[in-house]
Every structure is written in C-alpha cells, then in structure tokens.
C-alpha cells in the first residue's frame, strides 16, 4: 500500500499559479506568502488556520466529500490572505487537477519493480477527488491493483477501515503488507492491524530521488543487481 500527496507524487508550486494573484491594493504576493499557502494547501493532516464551526466542520470531513473539500479549502485560502473567492478558486481548481502533480523521481522504478515481483499495490491516500488520470496519463495504472480513496470508501487514515479496504482488495493479510507513506500520523495508522509501515520525507521532487526505492529495499524488495 502506499500513499499518494507527498509519496508517490507533490503538487509543486509554480510561480504561473501566482501571476495574478494579486491583493486589493494591486501588491503581488512575495515568495515566502506563496510558499506558505502552497504547505497550507498540502499539509498531510492538522488544521492550518483557524476557521468558523461551519469551516471546522468542512475541514474535518473535507476528504469524504467534494463539495466539503472544496469549502474547506476555498476558507483556509481566504484565510491565508488571497483576496477573494475567485482568486481562490483559480488556486483550488490547480490543486484537484490530476495533471498538476508531478511524480517523485522512482515513482515509475518503485511501481514498476513492485509489478515484476508479482507485489500487488494499493494507492490508498485522504482525498476528495479523482488521482487516477495522473497515473494512466504515465502508463501507470496498469501497475496498481486497487485505488482506494477515502471519499469512495468512506473512511480516512488513520482509520483501520480505509487499510481494511486495500487489503480485502490485494487479498493480503496484514501483517504480510507494507505501507508506504509520508505521515506517520495518517499512513502509520496501518500498524494498528499489524502491517509494516515505511515513512519517507515529502521532499521536493528534485530534492528526493530515490526514497521509494530505498523504502522498498529496506523490506527486501529490491531488483536483482
């Protein structure tokens, strides 16, 4: 099993998604403002702004529905100091597009190898929108067996339940099955049933070419040199 946002690929920032974004004032965002919205729009897990009882709500089950994802973030943009929902929603609209998620570096070794082992893999990540196209757009969906999404399922990790799902569909027991993620929080959550658990650091791409691989070679699961 392994997860996706900060694992298998990250939403990089792009100085274009700023062009125009801009304040009442007609300022421009400087590099440190736009960095912290970017974390604020990829934090695996935790609240990173404070927000009403309605946006508290959204928040907490923002990877179980669309819409209540889309509010909750459209709040903590605007909370993070972009000027208006149509500005905000220009930003959301980058962070659901499949297409805007680059893959680490061994994203394609590590799945590819899992596949020349006959290792079965589940992508199971908290999200509240389709991730599928950026695999098949790379040729990639043939090398994952199950995708398990907590707004299709019903359940988010650390919950067993979203685990539970992934593994009925891998027809693995637990405790033959790893997870691979960037939180231990969320992704750690899979030990409580009894599987290995392999943490690496949501890096930049650039900044982490070979985790996945590494991760995998920890567990013995290596191509033969």
């Not at 004032?25 to 695996?44: L, N």
């Not at 935790?46 to 009403?52: E, S």
């Not at 790893?178 to 009894?194: I, K, T």
């Amino acid at each position: 099993m392994i997860d996706f946002s900060g694992t298998l690929f990250r939403l990089e920032e792009d100085e274009d998604w700023y062009a125009d974004l801009v304040r009442p004032d007609g300022a421009r965002f400087d590099v440190h403002e736009t960095a912290e919205i970017m974390r604020r729009m990829t934090a695996p897990v935790g609240r990173t702004v404070d927000l009403d009882e309605a946006g508290k709500h959204a928040w907490a089950h923002r990877d179980l529905d669309p819409a209540l994802h889309r509010e909750a973030y459209l709040k903590v943009l605007l909370a993070s100091g972009v000027p208006d929902t149509e500005q905000a929603t220009r930003l959301y609209e980058r962070l659901i597009d499949p297409a805007e998620w680059e893959p680490y570096p061994d994203t394609g070794a590590a799945l590819e190898l899992l596949a020349a082992r006959d290792i079965p893999v589940a992508v199971v990540s908290n999200i509240a929108f389709d991730l599928r196209p950026a695999f098949a757009a790379r040729g990639w969906d043939r090398l994952v067996r199950a995708f398990t999404l907590s707004y299709e399922v019903g359940a988010v990790k650390p919950e067993p339940a979203i685990f539970e799902a992934a593994l009925t569909v891998l027809g693995a027991a637990p405790e033959r099955a790893l997870m691979v993620g960037d939180s231990a929080e969320a992704d750690g959550g899979a030990s409580a049933l009894g599987c290995a658990f392999a943490e690496v650091p949501p890096l930049p791409t650039a900044e982490r070419p070979g985790a996945l691989l590494g991760a995998l070679a920890a567990y013995g699961i290596a191509a033969p040199r």
